[in-house]
């Protein structure tokens, strides 16, 4: 991963864009964006309530759109830019998609499985290891979420 700061907070504003779709969709507000080469080639955000598909999470829908863009399952020499740590599920298919390199801007102690709760994309057990770097526009990513469960709560 030889991206600048500015280019990682760049492609971590992207994710906050699509973060901020899901949001106008009542959705937890969580993007991702996928890029190969300073390109982006996937894009993805919640969208669990919008397509009633409990498996729409933004990592998810950002790798079915690269796999689309390259006419491949595997996403080798790519970047994932994730707002949040992504989950068990999206670790799994990070790994499955051989993503090497993860930028995640906040954690997530509850459900996290990328160095939070558990550590999926660095387990030596697994054949494929991800390089993982957090806290890129931490305080913008995690705010998008605190604010979106503070609205929620209200009501």
């Known amino acids: 991963m030889d991206y600048t700061l500015e280019e990682k907070e760049a492609f971590m504003r992207?994710?906050?864009k699509e973060a901020e779709?899901?949001?106008?969709?009542?959705?937890?507000?969580?993007?991702?964006?996928i890029v190969k080469d300073g390109k982006i080639i996937g894009r993805g955000h919640n969208?669990?309530?919008?397509l009633q598909r409990a498996?729409?999470?933004?990592?998810?829908?950002?790798?079915?759109?690269?796999?689309l863009s390259e006419e491949s399952w595997r996403l080798l020499d790519c970047t994932l830019f994730v707002t949040?740590?992504?989950?068990?599920?999206c670790s799994g298919a990070i790994g499955l998609a051989r993503i090497p390199n993860v930028v995640y801007?906040?954690?997530?102690?509850?459900?996290?499985?990328?160095?939070?709760?558990?550590?999926?994309?660095?387990?030596?057990?697994?054949?494929?290891?991800?390089?993982?770097?957090?806290?890129?526009?931490e305080s913008e990513c995690a705010g998008i979420m605190q604010d979106f469960f503070r609205n929620r709560r209200k009501k």
């Not at 779709?21 to 964006?33: F, N, Y």
């Open 84 to 89: 949040i740590e992504p989950c068990v599920m």
């Open 105 to 137: 801007g906040a954690k997530n102690q509850k459900f996290g499985a990328a160095g939070s709760l558990y550590d999926i994309l660095t387990d030596e057990r697994l054949n494929h290891r991800v390089d993982v770097e957090t806290g890129i526009l």
């Open 14 to 16: 992207e994710a906050l």
């Open 55 to 67: 498996v729409m999470h933004a990592e998810i829908m950002a790798i079915e759109n690269a796999n």
């Open 47 to 50: 969208a669990r309530e919008e």
């Open 21 to 33: 779709i899901a949001l106008e969709h009542d959705e937890i507000p969580i993007g991702c964006v």
